[in-house]
């Protein structure tokens, strides 16, 4: 959250042995100075609901105890900046805490959303030799934690952390063999194996990658043995999630809804899992009680502390980048709109020239009125500035499916000709968006998308159809992300127009394919329905009405087809 991330997540560069960051995460680290966020001093640090999970630490303070825990679950919750805080004032409180200091170095290092900022190097170095030289008053368990901890860590940056990821991660392994009951252990043994190919768990074809069996077999062991592991939960929601069985994270999912109270990306995480099963509903409103639950700790808004976190800048908007994904996959109009405005509204306008790879929200309020033809609405949205040219070809886009659909085919090609014209700048091909792909790939597909539908406005059948065939290339190519680099299946346009131009089977094809993808999707689903009938198939086609009716449960439109 995913991002961030996001959402989405949202913030994720994929790699084989060794990644890089993103413009983005750049960026935020750049601006928040690594994860080093605040100093447990800088203001009050207030207890949080975040379940009972308890890892036991050579302490007498009972309070240390306390924050100690709230800071592993923090940092299983990947609020990295206020799991710190939590470990240093768990240090306050007892200097003597090895574990402490050994919480603060955890945090400050790589995860699978972020690389290690070269500005945490030394802090996390320095607190790991702080725990280091507590190690004596320490367990044997504890100390073999820290020993472990200490073949991540250098005193400066290095160029390449490849090794010290992989010795990290060894030494887990081997720590979790030694003291196999230690459901932490397994957790963040399988949580470094992540960090190795962070994203990258599942080949395009559903393959497991390199480390993939590991950590989901470890995962699965804590999970049999501690159900409720916060860690473990989050974590095999992601090295499953992309793979071509999700369902069979739901347990974790239902868990998280409510394991974790105040911890704003756990709550959010089941939508992951509901996104891939086909409960859309539910993952919007997962999201937004995450976003609640993030408002309520002051994150997005004036009393954030750490309005620059990486937290406030990718895991919060990543739950209402979310939420307007799945509102708009559940028909949804209102709640789509109202989220993408919400998500432009929380960036302001220098951050798109400090963050660049952040305009990839901002064409949102567009995409929701695209989806559900708000096409005078669209004629309305004031041009945006002009250094937002990713948003600017978007708008281009937006308004030329607009004039397409009044019939004014002159001014559609006009705003044809300038999204191509964007497109094709090298600007738009260096930019790196949030979720990842080139701003010039999406500009690509919203340009075979509007040529599509100037040549169905033509008469072109052939070229409408070749144009989308196109676009779902184009998004087939597209990394795996949650929410989706582009905001909603090509495939609901191709079956639309197969249809009306006679190629029912085809159609009907196109309609299944989307459903192996997005599971009992309503648009798709619509379009099933009127291809069985159109081909007399009516028993088969009343079955899928009903399945569409539950999946148009809470919509506010009707649809007539699969687009608008």
Request: proline content about 6%; some cysteine; hydrophobic content about 40%.
């Amino acid at each position: 959250m995913n991002r961030t991330t996001f959402f989405l997540s949202l913030l994720i560069t994929f790699g084989l042995s060794e990644w890089t960051a993103t413009p983005l995460q750049k960026a935020i680290a750049c601006e928040s100075g690594g994860h080093y966020q605040t100093e447990a001093g800088d203001r009050k640090l207030p207890f949080l609901n975040l379940g009972s999970h308890n890892h036991q630490i050579s302490t007498n303070n009972p309070i240390t105890q306390r924050y100690f825990n709230q800071g592993l679950i923090l940092a299983y919750g990947f609020n990295h900046a206020e799991a710190e805080r939590s470990f240093r004032e768990a240090a306050r409180l007892d200097p003597d805490c090895a574990m402490c200091y050994w919480g603060i170095a955890l945090v400050l290092g790589p995860n699978i959303n972020a690389p290690m900022d070269d500005a945490a190097v030394p802090k996390a170095y320095t607190a790991l030799q702080k725990a280091q030289n507590l190690a004596p008053k320490a367990s044997p368990t504890e100390q073999a934690y820290i020993q472990a901890l200490a073949k991540r860590y250098t005193p400066q940056p290095v160029k390449d952390r490849t090794s010290l990821d992989r010795d990290y991660a060894k030494a887990m392994r081997e720590l979790y063999q030694r003291y196999p009951n230690d459901l932490d252990a397994a957790t963040l043994y399988a949580e470094a194996l992540m960090d190795l190919t962070p994203w990258n768990f599942w080949t395009k074809d559903g393959q497991p990658t390199t480390y993939t069996n590991e950590i989901v077999s470890t995962l699965e062991s804590v999970l049999q043995r501690h159900p409720n592991h916060p860690g473990a939960n989050h974590y095999y929601i992601h090295a499953v999630e992309a793979s071509q069985t999700p369902e069979r994270a739901i347990p974790s999912a239902q868990r998280l809804e409510t394991l974790v109270p105040d911890a704003g990306h756990l709550v959010h995480m089941p939508s992951h899992v509901y996104w891939r099963v086909g409960r859309y509903y539910d993952a919007a409103r997962i999201n937004e009680r995450a976003i609640r639950v993030d408002e309520t700790h002051g994150v997005g808004g004036t009393r954030d502390q750490n309005v620059h976190s990486y937290y406030a800048l990718a895991y919060y908007p990543h739950n209402i980048h979310f939420l307007f994904a799945a509102a708009q996959m559940s028909g949804r109009s209102t709640l789509a709109l109202e989220a993408a405005r919400k998500l432009v509204a929380k960036i302001p306008d220098r951050a798109y020239q400090d963050v660049p790879a952040l305009e990839d929200f901002k064409p949102m309020p567009l995409f929701a009125l695209v989806r559900f033809g708000k096409w005078q609405e669209i004629l309305q949205e004031p041009q945006p500035r002009s250094e937002l040219q990713y948003t600017t070809g978007m708008w281009h886009w937006a308004r030329g499916l607009a004039y397409v659909r009044r019939g004014n085919l002159d001014q559609a090609k006009s705003e044809y000709a300038q999204l191509r014209k964007i497109a094709q700048t090298d600007a738009m091909k260096e930019l790196t968006l949030a979720s990842f792909p080139q701003a010039s790939t999406l500009l690509d597909i919203a340009s075979h998308v509007l040529a599509s539908e100037l040549a169905q406005a033509q008469g072109q059948t052939n070229e409408a159809i070749a144009q989308l065939k196109k676009a779902v290339s184009i998004q087939d190519s597209l990394s795996y992300i949650e929410p989706p680099s582009w905001y909603y299946p090509v495939r609901h346009n191709l079956g639309y127009t197969l249809l009306n131009v006679g190629q029912i089977q085809e159609a009907e094809a196109v309609y299944r394919e989307d459903l192996k993808q997005y599971p009992h999707n309503g648009w798709s689903l619509f379009g099933l329905v009127q291809s069985l009938q159109a081909q007399g198939k009516t028993k088969e086609a009343q079955m899928i009405q009903q399945q569409f009716a539950a999946a148009w449960k809470y919509a506010d439109v009707k649809l007539t087809a699969s687009q608008f």
